[in-house]
């Protein structure tokens, strides 16, 4: 047909591409408004306004557990751009952490690969190890399914940079003599051990006779190990575990027989799950709490879906149980957060950005819906008892 075509069909079709263009233009516009910080055609939405803490009587002790830190090339790029292009600035993506953080007399993080010098799909810079210091969290589990992506030198180097932010670690060692051995902080006055495992390792071989360099989770392992724990004054005692199917928000078979076999162990009090990359249920099992998975505290996947941009930070309330000399689980908080993606790479405490009148209308409802989407994850398991909490839901 040629461009010379008169008549009712060119003037249909004409009219037919303008409604495409306006259609599309207003799709557009729709799903960047979703993105804009201010957009004055927002309508005005309800807050939802912070709640109180959980109130325990008595004296107590709080310890927060957050997600995967997993430094990809993106996340590593918005850090270079946050720097001004010449050095890596990690604390702008990890500031919302710090209210959260702040309110526990203890907290740990996972970080899920090395940091050195370089660039690799899973390596971050030795700043980050400053930006988690700033954040507030007084140590991380370092055993990791990319834990020894870079070799001895990577796991090292991780090490030396923790070491020099002043954060604790526990779960890769430099010596022999150091494997194994439980790492004690001090939390209100009590003492708590932090023992971390990874089931897998990305496919990498670690070298023969140099096993020790990783902590990998056996039932007589975990057991062992938290019973020296006990004796040397821990009175409650962390087991995080690197486990779990990429992107699946039910525990897989692996997950639910060590979760089982950990809920039988006296010395165990609590259980911080990672590596799935989503949220995952929360589970009590006798009177264990088993957290399968936390989800991502800071990362920017090259592929990013509702899921792999979802976490949530456990903060978790222990009170006396035999005199000071054990505690228990009085009362755990999901904290829920996301990653925001434009215009920068950020984290977000879903609670608090919903308690703002000045959230735009479209991201407070991509934040509502997350939220929900956290909570169904974590009560799959019937999580909601008396105990357990999830924060920024709407409160019936």
């Known amino acids: 047909m040629s461009s010379s075509e ?110 050195a010098a370089g660039r690799a799909p899973y390596l971050g810079s030795p700043e980050l190890a400053q930006a988690i210091a700033g954040a507030g969290f007084d140590g991380c589990s370092t055993a990791a399914a990319h834990a020894f992506d870079q070799g001895t030198k990577g796991l090292t180097s991780t090490l030396d940079a923790l070491d020099k932010a002043k954060v604790g670690h526990s779960g890769t060692y430099r010596s022999e003599e150091q494997a194994g051995r439980p790492r004690l902080y001090s939390a209100g006055g009590v003492k708590v051990a932090h023992l971390s495992y990874t089931l897998g390792l990305n496919g990498q071989k670690v070298a023969p006779g140099r096993e020790w360099a990783i902590a990998r989770p056996t039932v007589a392992r975990i057991s062992a190990e938290a019973r020296e724990a006990r004796d040397e004054g821990a009175a409650i005692v962390v087991v995080s575990v690197d486990w779990g199917s990429l992107g699946e928000n039910e525990p897989d078979v692996d997950q639910q027989t060590l979760a089982r076999a950990i809920a039988t162990m006296r010395n165990v009090d609590i259980v911080f799950g990672h590596g799935a990359h989503v949220v995952q249920p929360v589970e009590r099992i006798g009177n264990k709490w088993i957290v399968y998975g936390l989800g991502d505290l800071a990362s920017r996947h090259p592929q990013p879906v509702n899921g792999n941009r979802e976490g949530s930070m456990m903060r978790v309330t222990f009170a006396p149980a035999d005199g000071e000399r054990r505690w228990r689980v009085a009362a755990i908080e999901a904290i829920p957060t996301f990653i925001d993606l434009n215009p920068r790479v950020r984290l977000v405490d879903l609670e608090l950005a919903l308690a703002s009148p000045a959230l735009p209308a479209g991201r407070r409802k991509i934040y509502e819906a997350a939220v929900e989407r956290i909570q169904s994850h974590l009560l799959n398991r019937g999580g909601d008892v008396s105990t357990f909490h999830v924060r920024g839901t709407v409160r019936r």
């Open 6 to 115: 008169k008549g009712p069909g060119r003037v249909a079709r004409a009219a037919l591409g303008l409604v495409v263009v306006v259609t599309a233009v207003g799709v557009a516009t729709h799903a960047m408004g979703l993105w804009q910080v201010g957009d004055p055609g927002d309508p005005a939405a309800a807050v939802r306004p912070v709640a109180e803490p959980v109130a325990i009587s008595g004296k107590t002790v709080t310890v927060l557990g957050a997600g995967s830190i997993l430094p990809t090339p993106e996340l590593g790029d918005q850090a270079r751009r946050d720097g001004g292009g010449q050095v890596a600035d990690f604390r702008p993506v990890l500031d919302a952490a710090r209210p959260a953080v702040s309110s526990a007399d203890l907290a740990l993080c996972h970080l899920d690969a090395p940091l």
